[in-house]
């Protein structure tokens, strides 16, 4: 039972739900908002950072950009906040705080 993810928003009846919300195809999570229910985020100060990138591989959210070598601002979109990429970062460049 595949479900179009097209109708998977505010407006979507529970016609259009598959059973335990199956979302069927590859590369959707760009298209939901998850980080949007958490209630802790990472800080990333880029003073600390020495670019190891340890936290990048880390994150099970993919919310690290990586470009030209360089990480970059989290993606908040996707962050959920976990904490794993403080665990990670032996500098102290990632902190947790709570979301206002």
């Given at each position: ?66 470009k030209d070598k360089k ?20 500098f102290g460049a990632i ?6």
């Amino acid at each position: 039972m595949a479900t179009d993810i097209t109708k998977l928003g505010v407006k979507a009846s529970w016609k259009d739900l598959t059973e335990g919300m199956i979302i069927v195809g590859a590369g959707t999570s760009r298209e939901f908002h998850t980080g949007e229910w958490s209630t802790n985020k990472p800080v990333f100060a880029e003073e600390n950072c020495k670019q190891c990138l340890l936290c990048v591989p880390v994150c099970p959210d993919s919310s690290i950009p990586v470009k030209d070598k360089k990480r970059g601002a989290f993606d908040y979109d996707h962050c959920k906040g976990c904490g794993i990429c403080v665990k990670a970062c032996p500098f102290g460049a990632i902190t947790m705080e709570g979301v206002e």
